[in-house]
């Protein structure tokens, strides 16, 4: 049981074995650190996808509210063979 403590003790304080590991940190933390500007272009696109949901839904309001209004007028036409704007 000494011996494999030994053994384990000397792995651990190999310098090799050490700068693995640090290298395998570094890499760690450069990775962290793209996963971080990843998350934040992403919640960036998120807002943008909601901004422009906005906007797509106003203006389907506003096409909905012109359709609306020119109901009346389109009825009048398609009665006397004019032009139908819907079609």
């Known amino acids: ?26 890499v760690n933390d450069d990775c962290i650190d793209s ?20 906007e797509r839904d106003n203006l389907l309001g506003e096409v909905g509210s012109l359709k609306q209004k020119l109901a009346p007028k389109v009825a009048t036409e398609r009665r006397f063979g004019e032009i139908d704007y819907w079609d």
């Open 1 to 26: 049981m000494l011996k494999s403590f030994k053994d384990k003790l000397a792995r651990a304080l190999n310098p090799e074995l050490i700068a693995d590991n640090e290298k395998l940190l570094d």
């Open 35 to 54: 996963m971080k500007a990843l998350m934040e272009e992403n919640r960036k696109l998120d807002l943008e996808v909601e901004a422009l949901t906005v």
